[in-house]
């Protein structure tokens, strides 16, 4: 597996890890669960734009597919 093959599979890993993460978490003071879903949507939606932000930035430098 080449590099780039390396890199994608640490990439989607780190992503699984995080997402992970941000749906697992619990947090300890009360809150309602509409604001807790919220969150986690905006977690997504920060994970997915970033994603675009490093595919942009690996295809300028010449590693994109």
């Not at 939606?45 to 942009?56: E, F, P």
Request: charged share 15%; proline share 3%; hydrophobic share 55%.
């Amino acid at each position: 597996m080449g590099r780039v093959g390396k890199l994608l599979v640490l990439l989607v890993l780190a992503g699984v890890v995080g997402l992970g993460v941000a749906f697992l978490y619990q947090p300890r003071r009360p809150e309602s669960r509409l604001g807790r879903i919220g969150r986690r949507i905006r977690v997504v939606g920060y994970a997915y734009v970033a994603a675009l932000l490093i595919s942009a930035a690996l295809r300028l430098a010449g590693w994109g597919f």
